[in-house]
């Protein structure tokens, strides 16, 4: 029967793995293998990218508070407090400026008068409205630094746990 201490180190390593595979999927898979297709609009792409790394930030927010959890009682080490930092880099600033510049890209490659049906097209006056009103363009060297927190998570995940 393992201690308590031990059954607590299970579950951060349970939770470390599942984050992990989480980050290895998505970052190093989907996002590649998305961008390799002949028939997908680079624009419509970048669009399924904003959505599916907002979804990756919750689950990747569920995974660190779970961790914290864990934690407790004790005060969390610093490669756990630098994980959630990168974590809330990419959360709060990261992702939702490089979706904003998809969405750039977007309203560039997309002509309103080729989409199929209302939806679309509401979507698609929304982003307009939004990108243009906002009259910047983020630095395209943000993905660079999302790509590089990525890769450093990979190592320091299971770093954590060891």
């Not at 999927?25 to 989907?30: H, K, L, R, T």
Request: charged share 20%; glycine share 4%.
């Amino acid at each position: 029967m393992p201690t308590p201490l031990e059954l607590r180190s299970l579950k951060q390593a349970s939770a470390c793995c599942g984050s992990l595979g989480f980050v290895l999927a998505i970052s190093f898979m989907e996002a590649w293998v998305k961008f390799r297709s002949p028939i997908l609009q680079k624009a419509i792409a970048l669009d399924v990218g904003a959505r599916v790394f907002r979804a990756l930030n919750i689950v990747e927010v569920a995974f660190a508070g779970t961790l914290i959890i864990l934690n407790l009682p004790f005060i969390p080490d610093v490669t756990l407090i630098s994980l959630i930092t990168m974590l809330s880099i990419q959360t709060a600033y990261l992702t939702p400026t490089l979706s904003f510049r998809g969405h750039l890209r977007l309203v560039k490659d997309i002509e309103r008068k080729n989409l199929i049906d209302e939806r679309m097209k509401k979507y698609y006056d929304n982003v307009r409205d939004v990108t243009l009103a906002s009259g910047r363009k983020p630095p395209k060297w943000l993905h660079a630094v999302y790509v590089t927190i990525e890769i450093l998570k990979i190592f320091m995940i299971p770093f954590y746990v060891w």
